[in-house]
């Protein structure tokens, strides 16, 4: 029976035996064919891995950055906020920090930590999940750079093997180096020197030891670890990085202690701008989008040198907009931005005050703050500011704010708070500064509705010192200094007034100045008429140009010639095609541009040679090498419409030739010194300068309000309307609303500029006229003055051919013309 027994077992382990060989051959082959299939798979992958022969050159991408002349950043577009920096000038605590918290035996490894991947393995497993990762810093910078961030296995696989080619290829430092520069950081900060700047506002060189392990820990998770938002987690994320310095003895103990105990100090530093100038900035990088591509422009470092001057383009910002404040003052307090009824409002479940949360919806403009009303006194209020600090209105800063001006409420003073604030009220508030005796304190304002622009230009070589093309360019991003065109009234005088000195007229030439009546086509009669409606005889041109007399310039047009005049002002940069071919011409019908103006300003200024206006004075790459230098070309000419680019409708040939003579030139230079010092512009006798020449303009209905004036080396054109054409008001004309501004800007910019008086050309003599007709007289003469002329042009030599006199007959025409105007104080 035993053996019976024992023949059957071992029967079956004959069998089992025979069975289980099969079967571990047959797991040997699977085992084999498997083997192969993912042999060929991954050999398929290395196909596909990306080219890393030359990693260490690779560019990283590095955004846009626009300077002043003066090395000032005003700029920086693109989506990646980093500032390159080399291994040996990042500090070795940081670097220590980075390999303790994220890759402990990085200098070991050849690319994979084999340990790492399999405490990862069971601790994911014990989890269920995949919480825990065993990425080294050689694989993040494979990640980074050469792959997507997609999470498949195909993927993991591939950030392996390129791993592997990492090590092979580059150095440890090199590696380093580029995940320094590389990894994201938070708030759009990519690389330690960046990450640096955005958090603590200083260079990496300049962080202590709490601050860089704090940037170290960041890596594994910007957001969940950001010190801004969540101080405590990044707290503990970086005492997470000081324990394992201190494991592995890179710190010592009271090191370590210190640092652990040290509060969070991050906060952001995204303003790291060193002046705003956005609308300088905007067409500069507009330029280098349509020349290089947006691809490249954001990507590839580029920064450009402008030739803006920074003091320039302070003082014209703070120019405009204390000029259109104070039109604003001038015409009443519109109301509160909104009114909210604070007992109504629900907050929302954070920390922040009721005022700061319902002010965040609403805009600050620069030194003008937004504030809310929250308690009212007879003579006063206490409002609260976005950042929860309270203020106190006093009634010296409320009582200006008269109801808006209509006929029926001018005049009108408020009697309490009450007549002009309500509890609730979403106002601006601006802090007014010590005045001598007078203490400065809060006072109400409100963002202005009225618009404007400034251009100053170096009239020699072309370079725009300064422009503004608004009162704030967040509140509105277009450009009015470039791109808007409006009528520009009575500043195209001074051009019609040349084109007949060109002609042969002469300073003390006489025109009519009385009624004339112009057929208009479809639209009847134009019967144009001077600011004082007040008629005048024969005048002389001068004195016409001082008072900037109407009738005077309409018939001068009429006797020079439209064509002709057409094409003189060609030569001064304007568009023929914007130009009206009719008698409005003469009192500045045509649309035209800010920078137009002084462009055509500032030929005059330096003599009659046409100079481009040109904003970018240099482009260079990321290691500072010029990819291009530009001197007086027309930069801006692939930015701006056609008909807005100065110049940019002549051949070279005809930009090679003077707009006028030499002697043409300085007679209408020192007939616009008149304008200054005798007529009306003489608001700029307050910078006590004897080398100015200017001329206002206003258009019909006070719809647009200019100033453009210069020296010999230096030009600004200021320019004051509504974005829609609408009434500015009684006596809001050029030289009410435009030249303050321009005089307060230019008292900035002719301290660099010494008086310095041209000289007259050599076919320029002078004699001693009446100004009551323009002819010679004798010493004795009161009414007698000494004028420049034309050699051949003075009284005596060649007759004046033109001095039309006494009524004219019907002319025809096509629209009225905008009319600008002698001040109302001269008569």
């Known amino acids: 029976m035993l053996k019976t027994i024992k023949m059957v077992l071992a029967a079956i382990v004959s069998v089992l035996g ?5 079967i571990f051959g047959f797991l040997m082959m699977a085992g084999l064919f498997v083997g192969l299939l993912v042999g060929i798979y991954v050999f398929g992958l290395l196909d596909e891995l990306p080219d890393i022969e030359h990693a260490n050159e690779i560019d990283l991408n590095v955004p846009l950055r626009i300077f002043t002349s003066d090395d000032l950043l005003i700029g920086e577009y693109g989506n990646e906020r980093r500032i390159p920096v080399l291994i040996q000038d990042t500090p070795p605590i940081l670097l220590d920090a980075i390999t303790s918290a994220e890759d402990d035996s990085f200098y070991s ?80 900060s990519y690389g330690f020197a960046a990450a640096a700047q955005t958090y603590y506002g200083r260079p990496l060189n300049e962080l202590n030891l709490p601050q860089l392990t704090m940037l170290a820990g960041l890596p594994k998770a910007p957001s969940a670890y950001n010190p801004v938002r969540n101080e405590k987690r990044a707290k503990q994320r970086r005492n997470y990085v000081l324990d394992r310095m201190h494991t592995l003895k890179l710190i010592d103990d009271l090191s370590h202690q210190v640092a652990k105990e040290a509060p969070i100090t991050a906060s952001l530093h995204l303003a790291e701008l060193d002046m705003q100038a956005p609308y300088v900035s905007e067409l500069a990088r507009q330029y280098m989008v349509d020349h290089y591509g947006r691809e490249e422009v954001y990507t590839k470092g580029y920064n450009v040198t402008l030739t ?26 519109r109301g509160p931005t909104a009114n ?73 003073k408020p009697e309490d708070a009450a007549a002009v604030l309500a509890v609730g009220d979403v106002i601006h508030v601006i802090k007014q500064a010590d005045d001598g005796d007078k203490k400065g304190g809060w006072r109400l304002s409100q963002i202005p509705e009225i618009s404007g622009a400034m251009v100053t230009l170096n009239s020699k070589s072309g370079a725009i010192l300064s422009m503004v093309g608004g009162f704030d360019y967040y509140l509105s991003k277009f450009n ?72 005077v310039s309409v018939r001068l047009l009429r006797a020079i010639g439209i064509d002709y005049t057409v094409e003189f002002l060609r030569g001064f940069g304007f568009e023929a095609s914007t130009l009206p071919k009719n008698l409005s011409l003469a009192l500045g019908s045509a649309s035209v541009t800010p920078l137009q103006v002084v462009s055509a300003y500032a030929t005059l200024s330096n003599g009659g040679t046409k100079t481009r206006p040109y904003l970018i004075k240099g482009i260079t790459d990321r290691d500072g090498n010029y990819i291009s230098k530009i001197e007086s070309s027309c930069d801006l000419c692939s930015v701006l419409d056609k008909d807005t680019r100065p110049f940019s409708n002549l051949t070279d040939t005809e930009l090679m030739k003077p707009s006028m003579s030499p002697e043409g030139d300085f007679l209408i230079t020192d007939m616009m010194k008149s304008v200054i010092t005798s007529g009306t512009g003489r608001k700029a006798l307050a910078l006590g300068r004897k080398d100015l020449s200017g001329k206002t303009g206003t258009t019909n209905n006070y719809r647009d309000a200019w100033f453009s004036g210069f020296n010999p080396d230096v030009a600004t054109s200021v320019w004051v309307g509504f974005d829609q054409p609408t009434y500015l008001g009684r006596r809001e004309s050029g030289a009410g609303a435009a030249l303050p501004v321009w005089v307060d800007h230019m008292r900035e910019v002719l301290k660099d500029f010494p008086e310095a008086v041209a000289a007259a050309p050599p076919g320029i003599t002078t004699a001693f006229v009446s100004k009551k007709d323009g002819e010679l007289t004798n010493a004795e003469d009161v009414e007698g003055y000494w004028e420049f002329y034309k050699i051949g042009t003075e009284p005596g030599g060649l007759s004046d051919e033109v001095t039309a006199q006494g009524e004219l007959p019907v002319i025809p025409a096509s629209n009225e013309a905008d009319t600008e105007t002698e001040a109302e104080d001269l008569f």
């Not at 025109?511 to 001077?530: L, Q, T």
Request: no cysteine; glycine share 8%.
């Open 308 to 333: 803006v001057k920074s003091a320039y383009q302070l003082s014209a910002r703070k120019a405009l907009r204390k000029g259109l404040l104070d039109y604003d003052l001038r015409h009443g307090y």
């Open 480 to 551: 009015r200094a470039a791109m808007a065109r409006r009528q520009l009234g009575s500043n195209i005088k001074p051009f019609i007034y040349s084109a007949g000195l060109e002609q042969g007229l002469t300073p003390s030439s006489l025109v009519s100045g009385a009624p004339i009546v112009v057929e208009s086509g479809e639209e009847g009669v134009w019967r144009p008429e001077n600011y004082s409606k007040k008629f005048f005889g024969p005048t002389r041109l001068r004195k016409a140009l001082t008072l900037s007399l109407n009738l």
């Open 18 to 22: 025979g069975l289980f060989g099969r």
């Open 340 to 412: 909210v009824k604070l007992d109504e409002i629900e907050l929302s479940g954070d920390e922040l005050s009721k005022a700061t949360q319902i002010l965040r919806q609403y805009s600050s403009s620069g030194e003008l703050k937004v504030a809310l009303v929250e308690q009212l006194n007879d003579k006063s209020a206490i409002a609260t500011l976005e950042n929860g600090d309270s203020l106190t209105l006093e009634w010296e800063g409320i009582a200006w704010a008269q109801p808006f001006k209509t006929p029926d409420t001018m005049g009108q």
């Open 109 to 188: 490894h050849s690319g994979v930590d084999y340990r790492a991947i399999m405490r990862a393995v069971v601790s994911n497993f014990k989890s269920g999940g995949r919480g825990q990762g065993a990425s080294t810093i050689t694989m993040q910078v494979a990640r980074n750079f050469f792959l997507s961030n997609e999470k498949t296995y195909e993927r993991k696989l591939k950030e392996v093997l390129v791993a592997f080619k990492l090590e092979k290829n580059l150095s440890k430092s090199q590696i380093l180096e580029l995940y320094v520069n590389k990894i994201f950081l938070g708030n759009r």
